[in-house]
C-alpha cells in the first residue's frame, strides 16, 4: 500500500457519495472495495481522513428508525458544501472506467439498497419486561406495513427478526393471504 494513492481513493470515495447521496455506510465500504481500487484499511483510512477534513459527513438522520441487522442506527453519508466543492474540481483525476465501473455498480445494487432502508425492525424492552417487536415496510415515505408483536424472550425476538430482515414479503404476503382467505359461510 502506497501512501500515494490515498488521493485517488479519497477521491473515489467522494465520487461514490456523490452518486449516491445518503449512501449507508457499508454500502460505500461495498462500492469501494467491489471497485478493486484500494482494500479494507485503504477505505477506512480515507473515509476516517475525509471526515476529519470535513468532506464527508458521516451519521446518523434526525427522525430516522432504521436500524442494521444488528440493532445499530444506521450511519449514512452524505457530502459536505466542502465535499461537493472537491469532487467537482477533482473527479476528473478519477479513471473514466473507474467512475463507470461505480456508477454501474451503483445502479445494479440500488433495488438492494432501497429495499433495506423500505424494510426496517426495531426491538423495545417493555415496561412489563417483555420484547416488542415492531417491523415496518415502507412505500417511498409513508409506511405501507406495520406489525407490533410481543415476545417473552429477547432471543424469540431476535430471531424473529432476523426472520423479517430475510422474508418481510413472505411474511406480509402470508399474512394478507391469510387475512383474506375465504371462509365457508356458517348456516344462518
Known sequence: MQETKIPIHKLILLYIVEQAPGLRRSYLQDTALASLSMDYFDVMRALDDLIDTGLIHVGARKG??????HNRI???????????????????????????????????????????????????????????????????????????????????????????????????????HSLLIDTPEEPK
Open 64 to 69: 430516522e428508525e432504521a436500524l442494521d441487522a
Open 74 to 176: 444506521i450511519e449514512r453519508c452524505d457530502l459536505t458544501d466542502k465535499g461537493l466543492v472537491a469532487i467537482s474540481a477533482l473527479k476528473h483525476q478519477i479513471p473514466a472506467a473507474t467512475r463507470r465501473f461505480i456508477t454501474q455498480y451503483l445502479e445494479a445494487h440500488s433495488y438492494r439498497r432501497k429495499m433495506a432502508d423500505a424494510v426496517t425492525v426495531k426491538i423495545e424492552l417493555t415496561s412489563d419486561g417483555q420484547y416488542e417487536l415492531i417491523c415496518r415496510q415502507k412505500e417511498g415515505n409513508d409506511t405501507s406495513f406495520l406489525l407490533k408483536l410481543r415476545f417473552p424472550t429477547e432471543e424469540m425476538a431476535e430471531k424473529a427478526s432476523r426472520t423479517w430482515r430475510e422474508h418481510p414479503d413472505d411474511i406480509v404476503n402470508t399474512l394478507i
